[in-house]
């Protein structure tokens, strides 16, 4: 069964930190990108960051404008696990973030571009 599952959500100050982990089961991760996804009360799902696959020679990865220079992924693919390191948070990362494996093996901020959807975790960001 494909799947993918994330964790390490939770409450956090602004200005703070937290990982979040995307554990893959069911294929081989190798082989695809991966991307962070996030959506808010009231609001359409946002790409947040994707990573190419492994296929290619070095990993691409690419931020949306609002969490470039916070937010970091990356992949361990003996783990199968992608994360997404999330620094100096704000009130607006507020939101259930998702993880979802992508077509191709660049990856996009476009969630029609994604064939499998995890659960999601929830991230709340308040004093």
């Known amino acids: 069964q494909v799947q993918l599952v994330e964790s390490g959500g939770g409450l956090v100050q602004p200005g703070g930190s937290l990982r979040l982990s995307c554990v893959a089961s069911g294929f081989t991760l190798d082989y695809y990108p991966i991307g962070w996804f996030r959506q808010a009360p009231g609001k359409e799902r946002e790409g947040v960051s994707y990573i190419s696959s492994s296929a290619r020679r070095t990993y691409y990865t690419n931020y949306v404008n609002s969490v470039k220079g916070r937010f970091t992924i990356s992949r361990d693919d003996a783990k199968k696990t992608v994360y997404l390191q999330m620094n100096s948070l704000k009130p607006e990362d507020t939101a259930v973030y998702y993880c979802?494996?992508?077509?191709?093996?660049?990856?996009?901020?476009?969630?029609?571009?994604?064939?499998?959807w995890g659960q999601g975790t929830q991230v709340t960001v308040s004093s």
């Open positions: 979802a494996r992508g077509y191709g093996s660049s990856g996009s901020l476009n969630e029609y571009e994604y064939d499998t």
